[in-house]
């Protein structure tokens, strides 16, 4: 301590610590003026304690600075002013100032204040009013009614706040108590963090207890209480909770973002970003983004958006068997099956029907209201009160429509029945009341009609039947049409009738036909067959079928098709000449133009054939200019000349005529010529 020096008033006192002795003198001005040091026990009334220096010393190894009425009893303590302060226990203790404070601990610090007790060895009260801190290394930095009750707590400020575990801190705010070991207090009023490294950012009436390493960030009532969970975080929103109250499991690694009165019980990496009365209970990896009374019960993996309804219990909910399930949205929408998925509407249901054999899984209703399924890979779009329940069945929207069957198809309209579940790969386009009773059938539309066999086909209509025994049998439509046998066909009309006996038959179109034979046709309205492999025809009129003109008689022509039979006997038409004039270039166009060519040479010419099938017979009219001796040679081909030897030889005189004839067999043309026409 030597060495050590405090300014006072009228002289400087000095305490010397030196060879295990003590002694204490004071630096003073006599009264000559001079300054000298005074033995402590010289000092008389001209200096006495608390008149000539605000130091004061009450003991050989303590300087005591005081005002007023304070006191100290432990050696190497501090009181810098104030009023009514006191050290009373442990050394090094100090007191800045303030008034009423104590420091009763080994270097116990209050730095000013009002009735602050610092009663923890090395605590430290900044200031304030009626702080505590009684326990190593805490400290209060201000504000009223703080304590801070435990080694390296902190309260930083506030009003009534507590810090009472091993390094607990409470920033501020009133009434905030932190229990736990390392949990923290921002501010607000009324929380309190009970669990190890907890915190709770502010707010009010939030609490966090049994959890550890877990967060709220604000909000009003938010409580993560549980017995078993750690890193839950509550970011903010009115009594949300994680555990609590009645609700004593909890959940590993689980977030509610805000909103109210959300639920979070028992469950592992749960999400519940926000809302009104959304609960997570005993899931894992499941996520409610928002709405209100939504659920997901037990079911792991799995997605609620939004949605819900404000009265309870007709949110939407995913149960303990659905794994891996999605609802968009909606309201009272439930998912019971693994793996499903609806996107919306209201009412919707995607059952769990048997687990031995997995059926219900995998379905998708995309929204609509009160639509069901049962079948595993099972969709309906939309629309209400749709069913189904086939494995891979599907209903794309309408009302009251029913599919049990397999991979079966009903694309919407208004109760269109598949009924069984034997029926597969059948279909049903639209429509109202169509009804397939057997696989691989197709109904495209229309209204009450039935499909009653396999790879049958009703287009439309109304009322049409394809019977039983009526397989691979099509009603294009109309209405009240019935098609019974194999491989019938009936392209409209009303009230038409292929009986089970007919095979290969069809009627096309009209009305009150029957058909009771195989191979058969009818054409018309009011016909019974009576015949097999035959054609029934009403009243055929041909009367255009070559234009205008009437026809007398029918007739078969070469290719056996029917013709005017007065076109068979009527002579042909011949080919006329095709003059091309005066050229050296013949080009013969013979089935394209006319099988008679007529050219006067001008010089040395060519001709060249073109277009001659075989059978093709023409002839040539050759004339000579007026100077003659005009040769004609062929451009091609295979030529023979009747006594010509092979060679081509034309009258040469002037205006001279000669005709060329000619048959083509395919492969060769055979020449006749006739010489000098004058």
């Given at each position: ?23 204490t ?9 001079v300054?000298?040091?005074v ?20 003991g ?32 090094y ?25 610092a009663?923890?060895?090395?605590s430290?009260i900044?200031g ?6 009684n ?10 009614y ?6 390296y ?9 507590t ?6 801190v409470?920033?501020?705010g009133?009434?905030n108590?932190?229990?736990?070991s ?13 669990s190890?490294?907890?915190?709770i ?5 939030n609490g966090?207890s049994?959890?550890t390493?877990?967060?709220i960030g604000?909000g009003e ?25 009645a609700l004593?499991k ?6 509610i ?5 959300n639920?979070?019980?028992d ?36 997605f609620?958006g939004?949605g819900?309804?404000?009265?309870a219990g ?9 794994d891996?399930s ?21 009412n919707?249901?995607i059952?769990?029907v ?9 379905s ?11 079948g ?13 329940s ?9 009302k009251s ?7 079966s ?6 109760g ?8 597969v790969?059948s ?8 009804t ?6 197709t ?5 009450g ?18 019977g ?8 294009a439509?109309?209405?009240?049409n019935?098609a019974?046998g ?11 009738t ?12 009209g ?7 195989g191979?058969?046709?009818i ?13 029934h025809?009403e ?9 205008t ?16 039979g007065s ?6 038409s ?9 050229t ?5 166009d ?7 060519y ?6 040395a010419?060519t ?9 093709d ?22 030529n023979?000349i009747v006594?010509?030897?092979g060679t081509?030889?034309?009258s ?8 060329l ?7 060769a043309?055979y020449w006749?010529?006739?010489y000098d026409?004058?």
């Amino acid at each position: 301590m030597a060495g050590k020096e405090f300014i006072a008033r009228k002289g400087l006192i000095v305490l010397n610590m030196s060879s295990g002795t003590t002694e204490t003198e004071v630096l003073v001005k006599d009264s000559n003026g001079v300054v000298k040091y005074v033995e402590s026990d010289v000092l008389t009334s001209g200096f006495t304690t608390g008149s000539t220096s605000p130091f004061e010393y009450s003991g050989a190894t303590a300087i005591q600075p005081v005002l007023g009425s304070n006191t100290t009893s432990t050696n190497y303590s501090t009181i810098s002013g104030g009023k009514g302060n006191t050290i009373n226990g442990g050394v090094y203790g100090f007191i800045g100032g303030g008034q009423t404070n104590i420091v009763g601990a080994t270097g116990g610090f209050v730095g000013g204040g009002i009735t602050n007790n610092a009663a923890g060895n090395n605590s430290v009260i900044a200031g304030g009013r009626q702080n505590y801190t009684n326990n190593l290394y805490s400290t209060v930095g201000g504000g009223r009614y703080g304590t801070a009750s435990a080694s390296y707590s902190t309260v930083a400020g506030g009003m009534q706040n507590t810090a009472s575990a091993n390094r607990s801190v409470v920033s501020g705010g009133r009434l905030n108590v932190a229990s736990g070991s390392e949990s923290f207090i921002g501010g607000g009023y009324n929380n309190a963090a009970n669990s190890g490294y907890a915190t709770i950012g502010g707010g009010a009436n939030n609490g966090i207890s049994g959890v550890t390493e877990s967060f709220i960030g604000g909000g009003e009532g938010n409580e993560i209480h549980a017995t078993r969970a750690s890193h839950v975080v509550i970011v903010g929103g009115y009594q949300n909770i994680v555990g609590g109250g009645a609700l004593v499991k909890g959940g590993y690694h689980t977030f509610i973002g805000g909103g109210k009165n959300n639920i979070l019980l028992d469950s592992t990496r749960g999400i519940i970003v926000g809302g009104n009365s959304n609960r997570l209970d005993t899931s894992a990896s499941s996520f409610i983004g928002g709405g209100s009374q939504n659920i997901i019960s037990g079911a792991t993996y799995s997605f609620i958006g939004g949605g819900g309804s404000k009265t309870a219990g007709v949110g939407n909910e995913i149960h303990p068997t659905g794994d891996v399930s999605v609802i968009g949205g909606g309201e009272n929408n439930v998912i019971v099956a693994k793996k499903g998925f609806i996107g919306g509407g209201i009412n919707n249901t995607i059952n769990f029907v048997d687990a031995v054999q997995d059926t219900g899984y995998y379905s998708v209703i995309g929204g609509g209201g009160n639509n069901n399924t049962y079948g595993t890979y099972s969709t309906i779009g939309g629309g209400s009160y749709n069913i189904a329940s086939g494995p891979n069945s599907f209903i794309g929207g309408g009302k009251s429509n029913y599919n049990y069957g397999k991979y079966s198809f009903i694309g919407g309209g208004s109760g269109n029945t598949i009924p069984s579940i034997e029926t597969v790969y059948s279909f049903i386009g639209g429509g109202d009341n169509n009804t397939i009773n057997s696989s691989r059938a197709t109904i495209a539309g229309g209204k009450g009609n039935t499909a009653g066999t396999t790879y049958t086909t009703i287009g439309g209509g109304l009322n049409n039947t394809v019977g039983v025994t009526g397989t691979r049998s099509t009603i294009a439509g109309g209405e009240s049409n019935t098609a019974s046998g194999t491989y019938g066909n009936i392209n409209g009309g009303k009230d038409n009738t292929i009986d089970g006996d007919a095979s290969f038959s069809s009627i096309n179109g009209g009305s009150g036909n029957t058909m009771n034979h195989g191979h058969s046709h009818i054409i018309g309205s009011y016909i019974t067959s009576f015949a097999a492999n035959t054609t029934h025809v009403e009243k055929l009129n041909v009367k255009t079928l070559n234009g205008t003109t009437a026809i007398t008689s029918l007739a078969l022509d070469s290719n056996n098709m029917v013709v005017d039979g007065s076109a068979l006997t009527a002579p042909s038409s011949p080919d006329a000449f095709n003059d091309v004039g005066t050229t050296t270039t013949i080009n013969w166009d013979v089935s394209g133009t006319s099988t008679n060519y007529e050219v006067t040479l001008s010089g040395a010419s060519t001709l060249n054939m073109s277009n001659v099938r075989n059978g093709d017979v023409g002839t040539l009219i050759v004339h000579q200019d007026g100077t003659g001796f005009r040769t004609l040679t062929f451009g091609g081909g295979t030529n023979y000349i009747v006594n010509g030897g092979g060679t081509l030889t034309l009258s040469t005189g002037a205006s001279a005529r000669d005709i060329l004839t000619f048959t083509y067999n395919g492969t060769a043309y055979y020449w006749t010529i006739g010489y000098d026409y004058n």
